[in-house]
């Protein structure tokens, strides 16, 4: 009985660590050559505005990826003799196989509009911040919370930037 | 058995529960999804299974709302011509397909219980009225269904647990609860992607399509942030798609809004429960 027991009790357990062990996971992204891109670089150094890549930021709900062809706009300019330029011309010539993930990080059931965040005065890096933590913390949607929406809509997040309160009633922002 | 063989044995059960609740569950629902063709012909069966008519009672136009934080210039609402309306139920598919609203389980179709939002009463469509003072917004224990400065009586989805009182103190049964998983089984489809589904244990309504006054609301603010938005210009899914124009949406507040204009040369009615409750959802007939 006992080793019955046992032996029952060992299959169970062999069962779970299977499913814990070898359970579909989530598929890896490829990306061709693993080309870097430095947000800090591009923005900062260069003084690229967020816009000119995210283009929906500034009237949008969605900010949006550029074209990959739009890199090689500026890329492809004499400006250096950079042999990187190569690089990113084969990476380009197989886009079509890397298409960009986005993975969406705001669930469905909120709202969120870049374009009037930006007419009411609020800058990326407010949310985003600066180009270097967008670097680090991929893109910084991580550290949304709805605490944080709320502190900024009842006006104590920037105190002194003269923003108007903003709604806070759940309509506003969900549906 | 002794005292620490039991013990032990009921330890190793509880820790296989945990496991068990932790575990990964497979998706069982094979992935189907409903043919439109199944949501034209449960929105036919509906108007056969009509409920009965309302008892309907004049009241005056609408005026701003009459609770704390309202807003003075936007009070949305809507205006149900039973003198156009020939109760074809074009409106009950278009809200259907705006708000995702799922088909119901057979023996429920056959109980003639519906999901739709919009329900015929003697040949009359109905939907929630958005009562001013709403009487289901004020039992529910969790703040999910409350009104906007704007006058729309929203359902925040995520908040709801489903103690259904709200559906309980709805003069009219406006409201409908979502008993089975219509994802898993089969009978939800995603028509438009701006809609999230809603979850078994969640009770829904008319939202007076929320999503189509944030989307345009925001979109002024981002283009014309000096502007004041009044939702001209806006529809919602049954209006939109009424052939005899018998649902006219607008703000009961702006003048210049077709809902004000058509209304004011109309006699107004609401069914009588609600008559005290100040409805932004009207009946108009004859003329003035
Ligand atoms: S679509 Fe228009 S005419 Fe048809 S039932 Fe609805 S309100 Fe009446
Ligand atoms: S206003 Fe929108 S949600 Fe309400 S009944 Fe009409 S289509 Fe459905």
Redesign the pocket.
Known sequence: MKYLMAGLLALLCGFFLADFLFRQQASEVKTPGNIPFDHALHGDSIGLDCSHCHTGVTYQAHAYLPSKTDCMDCHRLPLTENPGIEKLDSALSRAEEFPWVHKRVLPEHVVFHHGLHFAAGVQCSDCHGSTEKIQKNRYGGERFTMQSCLDCHSGKTFEGRGFKKAAIHCGACHR | MDRREFIKACSVVALMQVLWGCRRLPDLSGGKVPEIAEFEKEVRLALSRAKGAFDLVQVPMPGPLDVHGASPVNRFG?AIDLDACDGCGK?IL??MQ??NIPLSSKGERDAGRFMH??EMHGGTPA??FHCGNAPCEKVCPTGAASHTPDGLSTMMYKRCTGSRFCGANCPVGARKFNYVDSVKEGLARKFNPEVPLRSKGVMEK????LQRLQDHKHAQMATRPGVEWRGSGLK????EACPKNA?I?GNWLDQESPLVQEAKHRNLYVPREIANLDPSVVYMRGRR
């Open positions: 809507m409106c278009a809200c705006e708000n939002w919009i939907m929630c008319c939202s007076l399509c919602t899914a049954c209006s649902i949406f």
